[in-house]
């Protein structure tokens, strides 16, 4: 006889690598049913995106075959529900579990490219993902998400006026640059803009969502701290290039977010345009900027290293187009942002098991 003690007692054995303790203590386990020999039960993961959900899988199986029963038929429903160290009831984009901010230090290094890919690549899996442009000066996603001439329309929502985000690709997308033209550009950009940015973030009716990824502009200026002065951020995610430059500047973005009266978490770093690869030679991997810069820095500041990015002409042509290339899962460059999407939800999932809840950071002027 088969029993639901001998599951989870079994089940208690099977480790979750990155929270470092068991399913059963961690509470993942749920819905154990035993028919004879027919053992079904629910893990609820940290993220649909998990990267390690096959292995969990395999060593739950296992550990009923070796504990419980060699003969058993092992049903594991392999499910998700995001974590967040956000508590309910938050006046700043309530029903967000996850802000993660997409950062650079210099531009034109990919920052755009890898928020889109990334926000899309986190949808594929299962999760429910809004992007947010808040590129003051170049705001890209309305062409790398095809919807450069559609207008966000208004809501009221508890009798406040909102602006309803563009669906598009499975995910919820706000750009800035709907609202900016150029004669305009000096609301964002002068005096006004903390308090019209400040709007403009709280403004979107995202509803409920699992993650929310934000594009900011290069550097590290004035939208930076707006940003965290008005949101609690859960992590930045830092894209560079291997060039010294871009690397140097990368540096400087690293080091805002760890100066303590900021102290937003670095959920790590994703190398673009890594390598170069001829689309009909994929193995072939040339290092024409250099190799290994953006494991040197990670290293340098121990943070993950959340992927390397090819540099290939479908990405850019991709971007130009509004055809984002994580569409293409067949490509190298639609896995690479795949697996970024992974590497990113795991690191969100360990960062909300590991550490304090981001406070919005208070400034004294
Ligand atoms: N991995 C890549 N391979 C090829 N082109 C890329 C890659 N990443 C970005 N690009 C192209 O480089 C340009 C700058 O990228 P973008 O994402 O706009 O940078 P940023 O937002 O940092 O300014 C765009 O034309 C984009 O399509
Ligand atoms: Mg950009």
Known sequence: MITKEAVLEALSN???????????TLNMISDIEIDGKKVSFRVMLTTPAC????????ACINAIHHLVDKDAEVNVIM??????????????LPGVKNIIMVASGKGGVGKSTVSVNLAIGLAREGAKVGLLDADIYGPSVPIMMGIRDERPK???????AMIVPIEKYGIKVMSIGFLIDEKQAVIWRGPMASSALKQFITGVYWQELDYLIIDLPPGTGDVHLTMVQTVPVT???IVSTPQAVAAADARKAIMMFKQPQINV????????MAYFTPQELPDNKYYIFGKGGAKQMAEQFDLPCLGEIPIVQSIRE???KGVPAVMDDNSVSGRAFADLARHVARNVAIRNADMEPTKVVEMKN
């Open 79 to 92: 499910d998700a529900r995001v974590n967040t160290n956000r508590k309910d009831n938050q006046s700043v």
């Open 235 to 237: 992590g930045a995610v």
């Open 318 to 320: 991709g971007g130009d």
């Open 154 to 160: 208004m809501t009221e929502v508890n009798g406040e």
């Open 51 to 58: 990267p390690l959900k096959a292995m969990i899988e395999k």
């Open 14 to 24: 099977v480790q979750e690598p990155d929270l470092g303790k068991d399913l059963v």
């Open 265 to 272: 978490p670095i959920l790590g770093i994703v190398e673009n």
